[in-house]
């Protein structure tokens, strides 16, 4: 059995906070692909490629060969926009997380540790919306530490800060590919009460839908 303890932020856990989160996200990559590749769009002009150039070349290779090429310059861009994304993280909440989320009391930010090394985050803010609910962020763990009780635990601290402050609910936000993350959040107790989709250009071309989780505070 792993054992772990979670604590605060400290100053010391800066690299290592950022770095758990980079990994972390950049493990959706894959999915982000398969997503894209399955819009039916997609699959019409690549469908249509191969079969124009087929009848164009009457050969099987160039079909083929263009198509993998466009596949792997498509995941090039793909990872190229995520990381992107990823960067604006680093570069906003978590470009100095001592004072974004440390010296506010009604912000918080945890770690989890295990044998002196940080294997999880989770962080706390006041919803933009209303006062009365509090946002979920930033939840990371590290691959070789998942499925033994973390993300539930970072989960159930956040709940029991909300419930400390005052708080009516805690709500979090999850990509459609994050079904493991919605799985865990359904077993501690959030709900799914609407989902949108991203409010950009590529995100309504792609169908990047957004899912809102809510835990009601008794």
């Not at 150039?53 to 290779?61: A, G, P, R, T």
Request: aromatic share 12%; charged share 20%.
């Amino acid at each position: 059995m792993v054992e772990y303890r979670i604590r605060s932020y400290e100053g010391s856990d800066y690299e290592v906070v950022r770095d758990l989160f980079s990994h972390g996200m950049s493990e959706y990559v894959p999915s982000v692909c398969f997503h894209v590749l399955m819009r039916p769009w997609v699959l019409f002009v690549l469908i249509c490629m191969f079969l124009s150039l087929l009848f164009s070349s009457k050969s099987l290779i160039l079909p083929v060969l263009a198509i993998t090429l466009t596949l792997a310059l498509g995941r090039q861009f793909l990872g190229y926009c995520w990381n992107l994304y990823i960067d604006h993280c680093l570069k906003e909440d978590l470009c100095n997380i001592q004072k974004t989320y440390m010296e506010d009391p009604n912000c918080h930010f945890w770690v989890a540790e295990s044998e002196d090394h940080v294997v999880g985050t989770v962080a706390a803010k006041p919803s933009d919306e209303t006062q009365e609910e509090l946002l979920l962020k930033r939840m990371s763990v590290r691959k070789d530490f998942r499925g033994i009780g973390i993300a539930k635990a970072l989960s159930r601290e956040v709940i029991a800060f909300a419930r400390q402050r005052g708080y009516r609910s805690v709500i979090l936000n999850t990509l459609m590919i994050q079904h493991e993350a919605q799985g865990m959040y359904k077993s501690v107790g959030f709900k799914k009460y609407t989902e949108f989709l991203l409010p950009t250009v590529y995100g309504r071309l792609i169908n990047l839908t957004i899912s809102r989780y809510r835990y009601d505070i008794p």
